[in-house]
């Protein structure tokens, strides 16, 4: 996730620096080719020969213009000598080019689970290691804490461990909160980072003591990913929201969640939402954006949308034709998707909530 290592050799900074003195195009094209003619061997260099250079290199020597090239020419010397990040992120915006993989665009389409480590596709209903990465990537630093109030087998942390995140979970199953731990356990933690699921009921749960005995006071991320109402019951517990008696009682008890997570989230940072729709009694339910405008009537800001492809389980792939005879039948369609909405805690967001709360009452009152 970070830029391949090129040596900053100040020798290139100082040849470029001599670069601007240049008076034609002509005279900046040979400058330029003298850079690229002294750069070593992608075979000699210890870290190679950087890809990014040289194309940097090619762009300012095929500037129309002087005034196109030395722009060309500061922007390299910048990103070889200075590091420009957001408050959020660790990403050097000097070097932007070189994140490719990093995704910035609403649909992903992830083609395999990152299995590497601990990772395992065991739990039924975790996410792909590659939706936390990339949260975490773009919306905290390293240090930062995330807190996951649906951490299930433990993704989310195993990923923050991985990222230099310290990360807390939440986890109704005590069966589940031993399985994460123990996987969490078995990865290393060469950033030396808090990664720990705690039991308890995120509508409930004391967040702020919580988060207290381990060392912060608020968090910077919060990654949500809770059942897809019934889709997959994970426990008999009645706080377990796969066993919410209908979409509106899954609705109020995901809103108690979001409202539990708000007051220990920083304002101005965000909120990941991971969920999918569902379909009952031949009916599409349009779970995801219902749960979504939950988290909006609470004071959020919606920032994106993110469709992304489901891969498939092992169960739905068992039984792909039967599925695929059953939609041409029915005349509907089959889930391919999921959602990844993003949200930000304005300053204002608690304060929103309150007041809609109470124009909603006053509302009430005058009807
Ligand atoms: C979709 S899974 C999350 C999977 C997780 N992202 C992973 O990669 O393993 C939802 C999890 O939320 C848990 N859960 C449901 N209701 C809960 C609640 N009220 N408080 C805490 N955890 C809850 C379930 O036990 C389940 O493990």
Same mark, same amino acid.
């Given at each position: 996730?970070?830029?391949?290592?090129?040596?900053?050799?100040?020798?290139?900074?100082?040849?470029?620096?001599? #670069?601007?003195?240049?008076?034609?195009?002509?005279?900046?094209?040979? *400058?330029?080719?003298?850079?690229?003619?002294?750069?070593?061997?992608?075979?000699?260099?210890?870290?190679?020969?950087?890809?990014?250079?040289? /194309?940097?290199?090619?762009?300012? *020597?095929?500037?129309?213009?002087?005034?196109?090239?030395?722009?060309?020419?500061?922007?390299?010397?910048?990103?070889?000598?200075?590091?420009?990040?957001?408050?959020?992120?660790?990403?050097?915006?000097?070097? =932007? &080019?070189?994140?490719?993989?990093?995704?910035?665009?609403?649909? =992903?389409?992830?083609?395999?689970?990152?299995?590497?480590?601990?990772?395992?596709?065991?739990? =039924?209903?975790?996410?792909?290691?590659?939706?936390?990465?990339?949260?975490?990537?773009?919306?905290?630093? &390293?240090?930062?804490?995330?807190?996951?109030?649906?951490?299930?087998?433990?993704?989310?942390?195993?990923?923050?461990?991985?990222?230099?995140?310290?990360?807390?979970?939440?986890?109704?199953?005590?069966?589940?909160?031993?399985?994460?731990?123990?996987?969490?356990? *078995?990865?290393?933690?060469?950033?030396?980072?808090?990664?720990?699921?705690?039991?308890?009921?995120?509508?409930?749960?004391?967040?702020? *003591?919580?988060?207290?005995?381990?060392?912060?006071?608020?968090?910077?991320?919060?990654?949500?990913?809770?059942?897809?109402?019934?889709?997959?019951?994970?426990?008999?517990?009645?706080?377990?929201?796969?066993?919410?008696?209908?979409?509106?009682?899954?609705?109020?008890?995901?809103?108690?969640?979001?409202?539990?997570?708000?007051?220990?989230?920083?304002?101005?940072?965000?909120?990941?939402?991971?969920?999918?729709?569902?379909?009952?009694?031949?009916?599409?339910?349009?779970?995801?954006?219902?749960?979504?405008?939950?988290?909006?009537?609470?004071?959020?800001?919606?920032?994106?949308?993110?469709?992304?492809?489901?891969?498939?389980?092992?169960?739905?792939?068992?039984?792909?034709?039967?599925?695929?005879?059953?939609?041409?039948?029915?005349?509907?369609?089959?889930?391919?998707?999921?959602?990844?909405?993003?949200?930000?805690?304005?300053?204002?967001?608690?304060?929103?909530?309150?007041? /809609?709360?109470?124009?909603?009452? #006053?509302?009430?009152?005058?009807?």
């Amino acid at each position: 996730m970070s830029p391949k290592a090129f040596q900053p050799a100040p020798v290139i900074v100082e040849q470029l620096i001599r #670069c601007r003195a240049a008076q034609s195009v002509q005279e900046l094209r040979q *400058s330029v080719a003298r850079i690229k003619n002294e750069l070593p061997d992608s075979a000699d260099s210890p870290n190679g020969t950087d890809d990014y250079l040289l /194309s940097e290199l090619t762009q300012i *020597s095929e500037a129309l213009t002087l005034e196109r090239g030395l722009y060309y020419v500061e922007r390299l010397i910048r990103s070889m000598s200075e590091v420009r990040t957001s408050a959020i992120n660790d990403i050097n915006l000097n070097r =932007w &080019k070189e994140y490719d993989d990093i995704l910035t665009d609403s649909l =992903w389409v992830v083609d395999r689970r990152d299995s590497s480590g601990v990772h395992t596709a065991g739990y =039924w209903g975790n996410f792909v290691p590659q939706i936390p990465r990339q949260m975490m990537t773009r919306y905290t630093r &390293k240090g930062d804490w995330v807190l996951d109030p649906f951490a299930g087998s433990g993704t989310t942390l195993i990923e923050g461990q991985r990222l230099g995140r310290n990360t807390i979970g939440i986890e109704l199953q005590p069966r589940m909160v031993e399985y994460a731990n123990g996987l969490i356990a *078995s990865e290393t933690n060469s950033h030396h980072v808090t990664a720990d699921v705690v039991i308890g009921d995120s509508a409930t749960a004391d967040l702020r *003591s919580i988060l207290q005995d381990h060392g912060t006071e608020t968090v910077q991320l919060v990654i949500t990913h809770p059942p897809y109402l019934d889709i997959i019951r994970f426990s008999d517990d009645p706080r377990d929201l796969s066993n919410a008696a209908s979409v509106e009682a899954f609705l109020e008890m995901m809103g108690r969640v979001v409202e539990n997570v708000a007051p220990v989230l920083d304002s101005g940072r965000y909120l990941a939402l991971v969920i999918g729709d569902k379909y009952a009694k031949g009916d599409w339910i349009p779970l995801g954006f219902q749960t979504m405008n939950e988290v909006v009537k609470r004071g959020f800001s919606l920032k994106s949308i993110v469709v992304k492809n489901f891969e498939d389980t092992t169960g739905k792939r068992n039984q792909k034709e039967l599925w695929r005879y059953r939609a041409l039948v029915g005349g509907f369609y089959i889930f391919k998707h999921e959602y990844i909405f993003i949200f930000r805690k304005d300053q204002a967001s608690n304060q929103r909530y309150v007041q /809609s709360d109470e124009s909603e009452r #006053c509302g009430t009152a005058l009807k």
